[in-house]
Nanobody, 123 residues
């Protein structure tokens, strides 16, 4: 069992940066693969990035490669999403999630979710 709380969202101009954090509580955080997802109004939830237990394996959606970086600090029970060169198309609610599985796991396979944090990128 793990509880997740996202923070760091907000309003930023195109080209700017934000750093999202996801604080976890519960046992065995370091054993979970962690993912970031986003959902825009009227759209389905889509994967953005994922990172395995050690941080040695990562996944990025093509739309964010080279701009976003996922990382984790197991000592702090926290996963981060550094978002650079933000575009209006990045506007969405961002969720973190946890799974005992691979970084290629689908959205339906993730068992634990945070409440989401809004990211809005203006033109």
């Amino acid at each position: 069992q793990v509880q997740l709380v996202e923070s760091g969202g907000g309003l930023v101009q195109a080209g700017g940066s934000l750093r999202l954090s996801c604080a976890a509580s519960g046992r065995s955080f370091s054993s979970y693969t962690m993912g970031w997802f986003r959902q825009a109004p009227g759209k389905e939830r889509m994967s953005v990035a994922a990172i395995n237990w050690s941080g040695g394996i990562t996944y990025y959606a093509d739309s964010v490669k080279g701009r976003f970086t996922i990382s984790r600090d197991n000592a702090k029970n926290t996963v981060y999403l550094q978002m650079n060169s933000l575009k209006p198309e990045d506007t969405a609610v961002y969720y973190c999630a946890a799974i005992r599985g691979s970084v290629l796991s689908s959205v339906k396979e993730y068992g634990y979710w945070g409440q989401g944090t809004q990211v809005t990128v203006s033109s």
